[in-house]
């Protein structure tokens, strides 16, 4: 049919829905021709060559592809219209072999799938508990930090009173003696500057880690 005559264009093509849809119709038009070939022309069991029938076996093969031809301008593959120009390329072209059907690697291909489904569970899990877990980990380690930076401020408090009470007494005692009152004082005094020289160096630093411990442990627990 012509397909740009009146009637191709009000009626409906043969749609198939792939190539391979085609050549399974030419396939089995030909086994079928085959297997009448077979029935009307037996091979003799012997006999090298039968040139009546592979002649034979040569008009059927030409007017099936005749046929398909004359019928491919019919034709729609995937909703796009079939001419006969692309019969002629589709039948040169080498067929496309299928492997048979395998249960097995059915079944192998089934358990991969749900054995990934089952790792994607597993890697969602750990994007939700391990966060939580790593920053209740770390807001317990600054928790600690800043309860021992808390223990050597009071150890450095106790210690520099303790020295300034050692040297009052020692002031008080030397005081007493005379000729020794003003070397006392001195020394009393400067074992008290240099017990508040210690704190004052070391306060700065400890404080300033105890800051930055609780900040940190204020985000970690926030963000928790």
């Not at 030409?62 to 019969?87: A, E, H, K, M, V």
């Not at 496309?96 to 597993?122: H, N, W």
């Not at 009470?165 to 074992?191: C, D, P, T, W």
């Not at 700065?204 to 963000?223: K, L, Q, W």
């Given at each position: 049919?012509?397909p740009?005559?009146?009637?191709?264009?009000?009626?409906r093509?043969?749609?198939?829905?792939?190539?391979?849809d085609?050549?399974?119709l030419?396939?089995?038009?030909r086994?079928?021709?085959?297997?009448?070939?077979?029935?009307?022309?037996?091979?003799?069991?012997?006999q090298?060559?039968?040139?009546?029938?592979?002649?034979?076996?040569?008009?059927?093969?030409?007017?099936?592809?005749?046929t398909?031809?004359?019928?491919?301008?019919?034709?729609?593959?995937n909703?796009?219209?079939?001419?006969s120009d692309?019969y002629?390329?589709?039948?040169?072209?080498?067929?496309q072999a299928?492997?048979?059907?395998?249960?097995?690697?059915?079944?192998?291909?089934?358990?991969?799938?749900?054995?990934?489904?089952?790792?994607l569970?597993?890697?969602?899990?750990?994007?939700?508990?391990?966060?939580a877990?790593?920053?209740?980990?770390?807001?317990?380690?600054?928790?600690?930090?800043?309860?021992?930076?808390?223990?050597?401020?009071?150890?450095?408090?106790?210690?520099?009173?303790?020295?300034a009470?050692?040297?009052?007494?020692?002031?008080?005692?030397?005081?007493?003696?005379?000729?020794?009152?003003?070397?006392g004082?001195?020394?009393?005094?400067?074992g008290?500057?240099?017990?508040?020289g210690?704190?004052?160096?070391?306060?700065?630093?400890?404080?300033?880690?105890?800051e930055?411990?609780?900040?940190?442990?204020?985000y970690?627990?926030?963000?928790?």
């Amino acid at each position: 049919m012509d397909p740009d005559s009146q009637a191709s264009q009000n009626q409906r093509r043969i749609e198939l829905q792939s190539p391979e849809d085609l050549a399974y119709l030419i396939s089995n038009v030909r086994k079928a021709a085959t297997a009448h070939l077979e029935e009307a022309l037996p091979r003799i069991e012997g006999q090298r060559e039968d040139r009546l029938r592979e002649d034979i076996a040569a008009l059927v093969n030409q007017y099936i592809d005749q046929t398909f031809r004359l019928c491919s301008d019919n034709l729609s593959i995937n909703g796009i219209p079939f001419t006969s120009d692309q019969y002629e390329t589709f039948t040169t072209c080498t067929p496309q072999a299928y492997e048979p059907f395998d249960g097995r690697t059915r079944q192998r291909v089934a358990d991969l799938i749900t054995q990934e489904e089952k790792l994607l569970e597993e890697v969602a899990a750990l994007k939700r508990s391990v966060p939580a877990q790593a920053a209740a980990e770390h807001a317990a380690r600054i928790e600690a930090a800043i309860r021992r930076d808390e223990e050597l401020v009071q150890r450095r408090r106790e210690e520099v009173g303790r020295r300034a009470e050692e040297q009052s007494e020692g002031v008080l005692a030397l005081g007493n003696k005379k000729g020794s009152r003003q070397e006392g004082m001195e020394e009393g005094f400067r074992g008290a500057v240099e017990g508040l020289g210690m704190l004052k160096r070391d306060m700065p630093a400890v404080v300033a880690r105890m800051e930055r411990a609780r900040v940190a442990g204020e985000y970690v627990a926030e963000g928790r």
